[in-house]
């Protein structure tokens, strides 16, 4: 027999964090672990959409990293140090500051503020960029309210979202798409 999915145990609204701490579901965490979820959903999305290998490849490393970033605010700080939880390095870091650089080798400097568009893909992309962005404001609350957050968990989605803004701007270039500069109305 197939294991049901549902455990009704969170109908009255709370969940238990790994470690077995409860919390409501409106806990900063569960907000934080549930926004990186819908970022890497996001990700998903646009690694579906992308055509070139190297930035499926490196989405799909992004997810993973995702994955290991959610278990670790899934945790109880406190329990946590006694459980093997992966960690996110450095090296992933310096991972996406290479494709960035990589990017922006090929890529025309900005001369002004640019508007998301001109292609779905290049949407999807900031759509994520911004999730991206909603994920580290909720990480840095949760790290502000002396919930116990890596330092590498805030430095890792704030290069993510700089490394997503250069992918959508190297897309658009790849598809010979034209970026949508912002031009301010001056009244």
């Known amino acids: 027999m197939a294991q049901k999915i549902y455990t009704k145990t969170g109908d009255k609204g709370s969940t238990s964090l790994i470690g077995g701490t409860k919390v409501p579901k409106s806990h900063l965490r569960i907000e934080a672990y549930g926004t990186v979820d819908e970022l890497s959903s996001w990700i998903g ?18 997810q993973d990293r995702l994955f290991t970033m959610n278990a670790s605010l899934a945790c109880d700080p406190v329990k946590e140090p006694k459980m093997r939880i992966p960690d996110l390095k450095e090296e992933d870091i310096t991972l996406l500051e290479k494709e960035m650089d990589r990017m922006n080798e090929v890529i025309p400097p900005m001369k002004s503020f640019i508007l998301p568009g001109g292609h779905p893909v290049l949407s999807q992309l900031h759509i994520a960029r911004c999730v991206c962005r909603r994920a580290e404001r909720c990480c840095v609350r949760l790290d502000q309210e002396s919930e116990e957050i890596e330092p590498v968990i805030l430095k890792y989605l704030n290069r993510l979202s700089d490394y997503l803004f250069v992918l959508a701007r190297y897309t658009g270039h790849q598809m010979n798409v034209e970026e949508i500069p912002w031009k301010p109305r001056i009244n």
Do not use: F, G
């Open 45 to 62: 999305l646009c690694r579906d959409l992308l055509t070139e290998e190297a930035a499926r490849n490196l989405l799909a490393e992004v």
